[in-house]
């Protein structure tokens, strides 16, 4: 079957500190793999997507690569602010249906 | 102006009974969705409605309903409400089917609490 496991959280960092929010997915086919952000009160946003194997999204600072080899997405950030402070979604999108990982609550601090 | 709109925003109700929410989108989308976020943040589709067709997941239980009176709205209607139901319910929609380049675009959720 289809499925995303995040790394649990909650995950606390100082402001400047650098960011890695493991990911791994199981999918028949070639899926495409997203990050979605949840900032408190609102619902997701489309943070980053790659559509294919050794691609790279990025955005506001975020990257992943697209790596089949270990079936990962791993997102990462070299300096964290406390703007980031949110809830992050792996997800990957196959038949036309996406399923989305638990979620990884991120705590930045001044 | 939002683009996905759900309402209410929070609802608490007693276990039995029946309750709406609503949801709009002014993007002028084919596509809507129903997601269910529990309380360990975990977030599961339960429905896709794309025009013509509705999409239903199997694992969610027949007293859940979605009402599409147009393409603009995606309803929930939920009977007979138990304990479980309390979660956040979020809208969705996309130009068409889910794709790599159709960017789904999601309303704030509906906090719905069951007593």
């Known amino acids: 079957g289809n499925s995303v496991t995040q790394m649990e959280g909650p995950v606390t960092l100082s402001e400047e500190a650098f960011l890695t929010i493991n990911c791994t997915y199981t999918?028949?086919?070639?899926?495409?793999l997203f990050w979605y952000v949840q900032y408190p009160g609102e619902g997701l946003q489309l943070l980053l997507k790659?559509?294919?194997?050794?691609d790279k999204g990025s955005n506001k600072g975020f990257e992943a690569t697209y790596r089949k080899e270990t079936t990962s997405f791993h997102l990462e950030k070299g300096s964290v602010q406390v703007s980031d402070s949110a809830v992050y979604f792996c997800?990957?999108?196959?038949?036309?249906?996406?399923?989305f990982g638990t979620g990884t609550s991120l705590t930045v601090i001044p | 102006d939002t683009a996905v709109s759900q309402t209410p925003k929070y609802l608490v109700t007693q276990m039995g009974n029946d309750k709406s929410i609503k949801c709009e989108q002014n993007?002028?989308?084919?596509?809507m969705y129903w997601y269910k976020q529990d309380s360990k943040k975990f977030l599961k589709i339960m429905f896709s409605?794309?025009?013509?067709?509705?999409?239903i997941n199997e694992t969610v239980p027949n007293r859940f309903s979605p009402k599409s009176p147009d393409k603009a709205h995606l309803n929930l209607h939920i009977n007979s409400l138990e304990l479980g139901d309390s979660a956040v319910y979020f809208c969705?929609?996309?130009?068409?089917?889910?794709?790599?380049?159709?960017?789904?675009?999601f309303g704030p959720g509906t906090r719905l609490l069951v007593l």
């Open positions: 969705a929609s996309s130009q068409d089917l889910a794709t790599i380049q159709e960017t789904q675009y």
């Open positions: 999918a028949t086919g070639y899926p495409s």
């Open positions: 790659a559509t294919k194997a050794d």
């Open positions: 997800a990957l999108l196959t038949g036309n249906q996406f399923y």
């Open positions: 993007l002028g989308h084919d596509t």
């Open positions: 409605y794309n025009n013509k067709e509705l999409i």
